[in-house]
T-cell receptor, first 113, second 116 residues
Framework: DAGVIQSPRHEVTEMGQEVTLRCKPI?????LFWYRQTMMRGLELLIY????????DSGMPEDRFSAKMPNASFSTLKIQPSEPRDSAVYFC???????????FGSGTRLTVV | AQSVTQLDSQVPVFEEAPVELRCNYS??????LFWYVQYPNQGLQLLLK??????LVKGINGFEAEFNKSQTSFHLRKPSVHISDTAEYFC??????????????FGKGTKLSVIP
């Protein structure tokens, strides 16, 4: 099993540009989570899906952030327009209803200049 | 609402010495507790978890943790650390009874530095 796959690993973009982060969960997992990690705020849950349906998006910072899961093997997190304060490491994690314990991807390090 | 407090942001320890990383939580209901490890430039990896049963939980890489309900603690221990244990460690709590649907609340993390 290749684990949770995120792309890109690093992204540098200019303020105002659109950024799309991608995630492929582990096959068979029915929960998918997007987290953001910063020095100041630690790990924050942004949104999570169950069977491709968004369940809780209360952690999404503002309307500039959106997330989709068009099928069980793919999810995106989009920021439009991006701002310097969005700079962080974004993690995707997946989980199964049969097992306690998330599996995290390696993260995308986003830098907005 | 749940919360997790990791009392030490940084813990330096000499190689082969024992270590304890402290974690306290607050929750109004029964909890599920987790420790994750994050190596540089990597994602988080599950070390161990407490769901029920024995309060002493053993995990990977020789780590163990003890659930103490009266003190609302879940401290992580290792009797002898190695250089390769240098990483950041996160304690997390959930109060959902359903596997997979739980939302984890993470602590701020403790950076363990093993000194040769």
């Amino acid at each position: 099993d290749a684990g949770v796959i995120q792309s890109p690993r690093h992204e540098v973009t200019e303020m105002g540009q659109e950024v799309t982060l991608r995630c492929k969960p582990i096959s068979g997992h029915d929960y998918l989570f997007w987290y953001r990690q910063t020095m100041m705020r630690g790990l924050e849950l942004l949104i999570y899906f169950n069977n491709n349906v968004p369940i809780d998006d209360s952690g999404m910072p503002e309307d500039r952030f959106s997330a989709k899961m068009p099928n069980a093997s793919f999810s995106t997190l989009k920021i439009q327009p991006s701002e310097p304060r969005d700079s962080a490491v974004y993690f995707c994690a997946s989980s199964s209803h049969k097992v306690y314990g998330y599996t995290f991807g390696s993260g995308t390090r986003l830098t907005v200049v | 609402a749940q919360s997790v407090t990791q009392l030490d942001s940084q813990v330096p320890v000499f190689e082969e010495a024992p270590v304890e990383l402290r974690c306290n939580y607050s929750s109004s209901v029964s909890v599920y507790l987790f420790w994750y490890v994050q190596y540089p430039n990597q994602g988080l990896q599950l070390l161990l978890k407490y769901l029920s049963g024995s309060t002493l939980v053993k995990g990977i890489n020789g780590f163990e943790a003890e659930f103490n309900k009266s003190q609302t603690s879940f401290h992580l221990r290792k009797p002898s650390v190695h250089i390769s244990d240098t990483a950041e460690y996160f304690c997390a709590v959930s109060d959902s009874p359903r596997a997979g649907s739980y939302q984890l609340t993470f602590g701020k993390g403790t950076k363990l530095s093993v000194i040769p």
